[in-house]
């Protein structure tokens, strides 16, 4: 009894510890009204701007046309360019015209069809039409080139087979594979929800370095540690107390975001558990900071810390596999990003959003996320105690 | 006006600028780093998808039919699966993007001349990768469908190959890509990291220096000296701008001779545009600086407000003209846009300014616009 009662004690005057201070953070966080309207802004309207505008499909390809046969059968093709996928512009005379237009960016590709396209494809002899695109920017330009070629051949296909079946009713049937897909996850495939998603866990992970390497810094900067350091408070009740209020901080902004702006607006789904999305949520805005509090304990100043934030943050988000694909980033970006607590994040929580995961099937991502962030969050303790005692 | 003045407040910047070695250091370190880690980090061409397969028909057709899965450098081969339940699981796993389920009878339906429909299972979790995948499935397949159709034809109706071919395929696309021949992801991204790298560094570096002044309080020495607010801004901006010019050729430096990207166009013509959007980008920062106390404020806000809009918004990786309308807008209120348009026309398009005036007369406005707020915002008698 007695041997328990002061370890019980330790820990009630712990805990005291902890709450005052990490009521002393949110009290310095509250108190920055800048920073509280960006927070809102960025969990609400930037969330709904990007679901509603990103489309990282091609969309509206902006197209000329320049149209030699004027027949049935060219204007039978040219409609078929139509949205969600092209964007009729007009139609030119001169190809000139279509040159100048690519040059200005007006338009991103220009079709011609041949003089005599009808009459060839009714007596059968070979013809072709011709697409110039611009790849300016390659992705966009290839997936244009892709689906134009795919419209073309559609086109082809149904004169084909009409002509084939035409002459000879006996054969209904050709043996052609015929391609059936079945989307799985977000069958109408709907940007809105990748983006808005995307977008949610970039502005967790903005938020979750800067805001604690920024407060910690500060306090560096001011010399208001000393007053900590002379405080009975250990290295660790310093540091937790930061990395908590951020994150609960975050978690509540993030509930604002999906309840408040991508169910109503754009009905998201959560088809897993919302309770593990939320731990999982807190375990990467933890394992995040770590990050954060492991840059700042190398930084003398604010300046400086958010150069060197910088320098991290922008390759997580942009190579962590929301703006390409993983599997489109070369070898060595894969294996760069494994130390990417967001890569493991966005695994985890497309899979409760959207499929349905459980921890049995994502706990991979799950145990990858709390080592590296127990390792960044112990590195930064190591840095801080090297630096203060 | 005096121009000594401005030039004593830009020299004092430039002193405290290079005394904080980190910060230079980042500030000519972190454009370069950048540049090289997305140069090579963010190619979008998307190779390697993981699929697996359900082969109920275990035919020599079917497998032929596999094969060019196999062979395709767009797949990558993950392994057979033995029922469609499987497949889901590996799904659900991301072991696998794409399940291929070859139905029974393959081989018997198709000599038959039937057709046969192949089931496809694709993860549905990122559009854009399910598009590009959807793709290729469709490509391979009709590529398949054609082959099949043209020995049928010929065999059916006694003619030579290359007749039923000329029956089955009459129209061809040529497509003729421009600017970029081969389509060389690097050679869009590049120019387009340019200006992604200055646009997002360069309002930091002016918003960070600027509070730094306030939130330490030297400001005051500022407020209680002769320095007109004009001569003040000017000088104080100058050595930000000289830094993120110096950093704007560092870039074009390393996207010819490292990258190897052409540069079609005109030289002069580009670095004075370049020049142009740095005054506008840096003004970004003053804005920022300005309206806020704390150097973490300025850090998130100006974090925010650059690099968020930049890599929606600008054309970096979904082009203007593909997005909504709210987000064209959005797209038209930030410099980086206007400065794509030049970078990608200065690079790959060798255009000058012939085509390209607006957007350097658009930039010129947007930092006419800054700095005149900035002038607006800035007082010497802050109120508190």
């Known amino acids: 009894m007695t041997s328990t009662r002061p370890a019980l004690q330790g820990l009630i005057v712990w805990w005291r510890r902890l709450s005052v201070m990490t009521r002393k953070e949110m009290l310095q966080l509250s108190r920055d009204l800048p920073i509280g309207l960006l927070l809102l802004y960025s969990f609400t309207l930037a969330v709904y701007i990007a679901g509603n505008g990103i489309r990282s499909q091609l969309q509206n390809a902006s197209m000329l046309v320049q149209d030699n046969d004027q027949s049935f059968s060219s204007r039978e093709l040219i409609h078929k360019f139509r949205p969600p996928f092209f964007r009729l512009e007009g139609e030119i005379n001169d190809p000139q015209e279509g040159l100048r237009a690519l040059d200005r960016g007006q338009a991103m590709a220009v079709l011609e069809i041949p003089p005599r396209f009808h009459e060839q494809l009714t007596t059968g002899e070979p013809t072709a039409v011709q697409l110039l695109v611009d790849t300016t920017n390659a992705a966009q330009g290839l997936s244009a080139a892709s689906y134009a070629v795919r419209i073309v051949a ?20 050709l043996p052609v594979v015929v391609s059936e897909h079945r989307v799985w996850y977000n069958p109408e495939q709907k940007d809105a929800w990748f983006e808005s998603v995307s977008h949610l866990l970039r502005q967790i992970t903005i938020f979750a370095i800067l805001l604690p390497a920024a407060a910690l810094v500060r306090e560096k900067e001011r010399g208001t540690v000393e007053q900590l350091l002379v405080s009975p408070l250990t290295p660790f009740q310093i540091m937790l107390p930061k990395v908590l209020a951020m994150t609960i901080v975050i978690v509540c902004a993030t509930a604002v975001a999906l309840f408040g702006i991508m169910r109503p607006a754009f009905g998201v789904p959560i088809r897993g558990s919302m309770l593990l999305f939320f731990i999982c949520t807190a375990l990467f805005v933890f394992s995040t900071a ?10 003398r100043n604010q300046a400086q810390v958010g150069m060197l934030t ?4 922008a390759p997580m988000m942009l190579l962590s596999g929301l703006v390409a694909p993983m599997e489109a980033l070369p070898p060595w970006t894969r294996h760069l990003m494994m130390l990417s607590p967001l890569r ?10 959207l499929k349905g995961s459980d921890l049995s099937i994502i706990w991979e991502p799950v145990l990858a996320m709390v080592v590296l962030g127990g390792g960044l969050f112990g590195f930064g303790m190591w840095r801080f105690r090297r630096q203060f005692d | 006006m005096n121009l000594q003045r401005i030039g004593t407040v830009a020299w004092k910047e430039w002193r405290e600028t290079i005394r904080d070695r980190m910060f230079v250091l980042l500030a ?10 997305f140069g090579y980090g963010l190619v979008q061409d998307v190779e390697d998808i993981p699929f697996g397969v359900v082969d109920r028909d275990q035919s020599s057709l079917s497998r032929d039919y596999l094969y060019r899965f196999f062979e395709s450098r767009y797949f990558s081969f993950q392994g057979y699966v033995s029922d469609e339940k499987q497949a889901e699981a590996l799904l659900q796993r991301g072991k696998i993007r794409v399940a291929i389920i070859v139905p029974e009878k393959f081989e018997e339906r198709l000599s038959q001349g039937q057709s046969v429909g192949i089931q496809t299972l694709i993860d549905g979790t990122f559009p854009l990768r399910t598009d590009i995948v959807k793709g290729y499935l469709i490509a391979i397949n009709s590529a398949f469908s054609g082959e099949r159709l043209v020995g049928h034809l010929s065999r059916r109706n006694g003619v030579s190959v290359e007749q039923a071919e ?6 061809k696309t040529e497509v003729r890509y421009l600017y970029n021949e081969e389509v060389r992801s690097t050679w869009s991204m590049v120019p387009a990291l340019v200006m992604f790298t200055l646009m997002v560094s360069s309002p930091l570096l002016t918003a960070l220096g600027i509070v730094r002044e306030k939130e ?4 005051y020495n500022i407020y209680s000296s002769t320095v007109t607010r004009f001569e003040y801004l000017a000088g104080k901006l100058l050595p930000y701008v000289m830094i993120s010019s110096v950093n704007a050729v560092f870039l074009w430096i390393i996207a010819t001779r490292w990258f190897e990207v052409p540069f079609k166009g005109n030289l002069p013509f580009f670095l004075a545009a370049s020049l142009v959007f740095v005054l506008s980008s840096t003004g970004i920062g003053l804005v920022v600086s300005l309206l806020v106390r704390t150097q973490i404020a300025a850090l998130v806000i ?25 987000s064209q807008m959005q797209a038209h209120l930030f410099p980086g846009m206007y400065y794509t348009n030049i970078v990608r026309g200065a690079f790959l398009k060798g255009v000058g300014v012939e085509v390209l005036w607006i957007d350097v007369l658009a930039l010129a406005v947007y930092a006419f616009i800054l700095r005149s707020v900035g002038y607006r915002l800035f007082t010497k008698r802050p109120r508190s």
């Open chain 2, 216 to 219: 330490t309080g030297s400001i």
């Open chain 1, 310 to 313: 910088l320098l991290v943050v």
């Open chain 2, 28 to 37: 000519f370190l972190l454009p370069i780093l950048w540049m090289m880690v």
């Open chain 2, 302 to 326: 100006t974090m925010v407000a650059s690099m968020l809009p930049t890599i929606l918004f600008s054309g970096l990786i979904v082009p203007v003209s593909s997005l909504s309308r709210g």
């Open chain 1, 344 to 353: 493991y994040f966005i695994d985890i929580a497309n899979g409760i959003l």
């Open chain 1, 290 to 299: 770590g990050m954060g509090l492991a840059a700042a304990t190398v930084t």
């Open chain 1, 154 to 173: 559609q086109f082809e296909q149904d004169t084909v087979l009409a002509r084939l079946r035409g002459a000879d009713t006996s054969s209904q049937n």
């Open chain 2, 166 to 171: 000329m029956q089955t395929h009459p129209v």
